[in-house]
């Protein structure tokens, strides 16, 4: 299959098939493609936390708002998170990066407001969400982004310390019934014309 092929092919499911199960090497190729994704300056402020414990997954399908059925029909859950508490993320650039991109982000973080800072650190993930869409469809694999859900709820019910979660990426495989299967509803973009400029 063309990347063409793939890209008309995926939609945003809507419904799960809660009888098929995802094989577990393409959750461990998807965590693999996931850590490989590219970030300004390779700064990489990300988490990617993977959930299939249903007992887990149910209590984060309830602070998802109106995302709460697919969450709970999907097999995998994945939360993408951004590095919020700057001074514990300095100890990771500090320790694991390069000399040559620690002086980079430091030179960043002390001449920059924090706001704008943490902007630029969250739309690192926006790419991550990206790569996570192509490459589960290229998997064989539905999946549903979701901005949907409710942050504070996930860091409580994950404990999480030091990041915060920015939106979610359901992952198994859709429905028959999906209303949303791209058979059932095509496509919606705008034209080429509309959206490239040719010069
Ligand atoms: C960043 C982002 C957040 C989204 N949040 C949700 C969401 O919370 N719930 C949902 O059902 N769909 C969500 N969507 C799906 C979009 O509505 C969908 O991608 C768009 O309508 C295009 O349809 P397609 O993905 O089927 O091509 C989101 C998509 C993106 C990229």
């Given amino acids: 299959m063309t990347i063409l092929d793939l890209a ?3 939609y945003s499911t ?4 809660t009888n098929r199960a995802i094989p577990e090497e393409k959750i461990e190729e998807l965590k693999e493609v996931l850590r490989l994704t590219p970030s300004s300056i390779n700064i990489q402020p990300w988490k990617f936390t993977f959930v299939q414990n249903p007992a887990v997954k149910a209590k984060l399908a309830a602070a998802s708002l109106h995302n709460e059925e697919k969450i709970k029909q999907a097999e ?3 939360i993408f998170s951004v590095a919020d508490d700057l001074d514990v993320f300095q100890k ?3 320790s694991e990066y390069v000399p040559a991109l620690r002086d980079w982000y430091t030179n960043m973080r002390a001449n920059m407001p924090e706001a704008d800072l943490k902007l630029w650190l969250e739309k690192q993930l ?3 969400l990206g790569v996570g869409l192509s490459a589960s469809i290229a998997l064989g694999l539905d999946s549903t ?3 949907g859900i409710e942050a504070d709820k996930y860091i409580n019910i994950l404990d999480m310390k030091a990041y915060k979660p920015l939106f979610a ?3 198994g495989y859709g429905a028959e019934d999906d209303f949303n299967r791209i058979e059932v509803k095509p496509k919606s973009r705008r034209s080429q014309e509309d959206v490239i400029e040719n010069i």
């Fill in 14 to 17: 809507k419904k799960y098939n």
């Fill in 76 to 78: 995998l859950l994945v």
């Fill in 169 to 171: 990426l359901a992952v």
């Fill in 126 to 128: 926006y790419i991550a």
């Fill in 8 to 10: 008309q092919k995926r």
């Fill in 145 to 147: 982004p979701m901005e």
């Fill in 92 to 94: 990771v650039v500090d």
